[in-house]
């Protein structure tokens, strides 16, 4: 008679591997870990965590909306809808999580430069989960970073642009 066991997902193989020993790449944060790369803080953090993260290239993000967020007691009562420029700072957040873990970028303190070609094609409300890709474009002089930023709900385009930041002292 064979002995079969199930492998649950959950068991640990504590002879694997860690991160630093296999030189594998973090692709995903949690909120916590954007604490740790963002400046940001409640109620201006519009991150909830990364779901995928390729360094030098892009990050995607997820952001969801929650009714009880600051700004739906006046953006509006009776029909609340996210604000387009939350929607915009919310792209660049994740762009952020790109940026910040560029070399040399680590300790640097990056602000919009500019924004450009930004589209809003859907509206925003509670309920919704704002799935936010940033792909970086180009770095100049080590200074100034643009970025190509979309953010859908459900697979559908809800804003779409290029965002530039500069670094400050």
Excluded: W
């Excluded at 068991?11 to 630093?20: K, R, S």
Aim: net charge neutral; hydrophobic share 45%.
């Amino acid at each position: 008679m064979a002995i079969v066991s199930e492998v649950n997902s959950t068991d640990i193989n504590v002879n694997a591997p860690t991160p630093e020993q296999t030189n594998e790449v973090k692709t995903t944060f949690s909120a916590a870990e954007i604490l740790k790369l963002l400046p940001h803080r409640y109620p201006f953090l519009l991150v909830d965590k990364i779901i995928d993260y390729v360094p030098g290239k892009l990050a995607v993000g997820i952001k969801n909306i929650t009714v009880n967020e600051p700004q739906f007691q006046g953006h509006f009562p009776e029909q609340p809808l996210m604000p387009g420029v939350l929607i915009v700072e919310a792209m660049a957040q994740v762009g952020g999580i790109v940026i910040k873990q560029q070399p040399g970028f680590e300790n640097g303190l990056f602000v919009f430069a500019g924004i450009d070609k930004v589209r809003f094609r859907r509206q925003v409300v509670p309920g919704d989960q704002l799935v936010i890709t940033v792909e970086l474009l180009r770095i100049k002089q080590r200074r100034f970073v643009k970025v190509q930023a979309r953010a859908e709900v459900e697979s559908q385009l809800a804003a779409e642009g290029e965002l530039m930041f500069s670094l400050i002292n």
